[in-house]
């Protein structure tokens, strides 16, 4: 089945660490992104990438990093800069002008 | 800037019909986005306007006018499964990149 997987469901941070989320598709789909959602909140984009090698920062990218080394993955770290990591991170691939496909998120707390 | 507007939360009656607004201020325009999102869950997406107009998909329809920055999503025959946040997004152009909206939170009641 084509689809966007994202690891893990849950993770927890202790204070200094740098966590890294994963995000895998195989919908063939040359761009990616990456979401925050805080409750009752929209989604705000932090990074995105639209070709391998390639990404550009969103409207919230301080605290994190990308890397897309591969077209299928697009891993997100959260790194200890980050003061406020608690939220919902989704992952999203599209082709152009076409819908974003969403993974089904990562719930990151503070330990 | 760029603002988009919904209304925070409606509530409706199961078998009834329910619009919700969307307005929005964006720097470009290259479509508007409707996704349904449950609690907790990714959110799926709706339905896509690019063109004005009226864009229907059995219960649930969208329309569009350019001119006024608006968008409304069209629910009919409610169900109890339709209760979820609803987020109206704009691809503000180039690269696809979506401004959300806060989502409006609909709960329908029997």
């Known amino acids: 089945d084509g689809g966007i997987t994202q690891s893990p469901k849950y993770l927890f941070r202790k204070e200094g660490q740098n966590v890294t989320l994963s995000c895998e598709q195989n919908?063939?789909?040359?761009?990616m992104y990456w979401y925050r959602q805080d409750p009752g909140q929209g989604l705000r984009l932090i990074y995105y990438?639209?070709?391998?090698?390639?990404?550009q920062k969103g409207d919230i990218a301080e605290g994190y990093s990308v890397s897309r080394e591969k077209k299928e993955s697009f891993p997100l770290t959260v790194t200890s800069a980050q003061k406020n990591p608690t939220a919902f991170y989704l992952c999203?691939?599209?082709?152009?002008?076409?819908?974003?496909?969403f993974g089904d998120g990562t719930r990151l707390s503070i330990l | 800037g760029q603002n988009i507007d919904q209304p925070t939360e409606m509530t409706a009656t199961e078998g009834a019909i329910v619009q919700i607004n969307c307005t929005y201020q964006?720097?470009?325009?290259?479509?508007l986005f409707w996704y349904q999102q449950h609690a907790g869950e990714a959110p799926t997406f709706l339905s896509y306007?690019?063109?004005?107009g009226l864009e229907e998909k059995g219960r649930f329809s969208s329309f569009l006018s350019r001119s006024k920055g608006y968008s409304y999503l069209l629910l009919k025959e409610l169900q109890m499964k339709d209760s979820a946040s609803y987020l109206c997004?704009?691809?503000?152009?180039?690269?696809?990149?979506?401004?959300f909206g806060a989502g409006t939170r609909l709960a329908v009641h029997p």
């Open positions: 999203a691939s599209a082709e152009v002008n076409q819908p974003q496909h």
């Open positions: 919908l063939n789909h040359d761009a």
């Open positions: 990438s639209q070709i391998v090698n390639d990404f």
């Open positions: 964006t720097s470009g325009f290259n479509g």
């Open positions: 306007n690019v063109l004005d």
């Open positions: 997004a704009v691809n503000s152009g180039g690269y696809n990149k979506l401004i």
